[in-house]
């Protein structure tokens, strides 16, 4: 099959579609990115990517942006949109669409996330049950890298940490590493039907994480473990929805027991080594400072 001439990034101004635009373009790729109004990240989005404004929510307004094109980097805003518009917007896409990439959670690999949960499962299951000549690939990763940053408010201010489960061990991709295997399942063949883990090269502690910050910008940070309860308290008043709060502290809590699971697939896929949380801290220390 030929590859793609042009690729839609849904909720592409987050940590993710960034780097999937990136990686399109120097695969020649002709990029469009979905994006809502006065976006206010949208200066994350490298030059040449042309911009179309839509809202999932909405699956009426995505007629536009997916006008012509035969490939989607598929993320879902779970935060800020349910799924009731899923299927709508599934159903679109296919009748554009040849190839499409979604962006699922490690959470389904290991079976802790049901197809009723109305988050990553629910959508790989209508992928797989309402869809018949889409090549679809599904990228199950753990954490990202970047929820480090997270920690960068207290890290600058005073330099403790204040979190529950700093024992929690995780095997965080850089977000770079993800859209890199993303990509390559839009523009090479081998990837229809896929079900790809797709994590770092290594495992390590919240903690372990916060003292390679430390090292990379020349100061000793401390960890703290706090109750849960405080946690979920101020993520919530953060804009977390309090389903998502409890389900993240249940998977740190299990964390701390049971290591996250790990694999070599950005390797595998890109042909490239997964980069290291150390390579990470380094690209990010400014904002830490």
């Known amino acids: 099959m030929s590859v793609p001439c042009k690729v839609l990034i849904t909720a592409a101004t987050g940590n993710v579609g960034p780097h999937a635009a990136r990686h399109l373009l120097e695969a020649g790729v002709s990029v469009r990115a979905l994006v809502v109004k006065d976006d206010p990240n949208i200066g994350r989005l490298p030059a040449g990517v042309e911009l179309v404004e839509g809202d999932l929510g909405d699956p009426g307004s995505i007629d536009a942006a997916l006008d012509g094109i035969k ?131 290594e495992l390590l502690t919240q903690e372990e994480q916060l003292h390679i910050i430390g090292e990379e910008i020349g100061r000793e940070l401390t960890w703290e473990d706090v109750h849960a309860d405080a946690a979920r308290e101020q993520m919530v008043a953060a804009g977390w929805p309090p389903d998502y709060a409890d389900g993240a502290l249940d998977y740190f809590k299990r964390l701390t027991g049971e290591p996250e699971v790990g694999s070599d697939v950005v390797r595998e896929v890109t042909g490239k080594p997964a980069r290291t949380f150390r390579d990470w801290a380094r690209e990010r220390a400014d904002a830490f400072r």
Request: hydrophobic share 40%; proline share 4%.
């Open 71 to 201: 490939g989607v980097f598929w993320m879902w805003p779970f935060f800020t949109l349910g799924t009731e518009t899923a299927l709508d917007v599934l159903q679109k896409i296919e009748k554009q669409a040849s190839r499409l990439v979604l962006v699922s959670s490690v959470g389904v690999h290991i079976g802790l996330e049901p197809r009723d949960n109305n988050c990553h499962a629910y959508l790989e299951g209508l992928i797989e049950d309402h869809t018949s000549d889409l090549e679809w690939t599904f990228l199950r990763t753990t954490g990202f890298m970047a929820n480090a940053l997270g920690f960068a408010p207290q890290v600058r201010n005073g330099g403790v940490v204040h979190f529950p489960y700093g024992a929690a061990a995780r095997t965080s991709v850089h977000e770079g590493d993800l859209a890199a295997v993303g990509v390559r399942a839009l523009t090479s063949d081998g990837h229809a039907g896929k079900r790809y883990l797709v994590t770092g090269p």
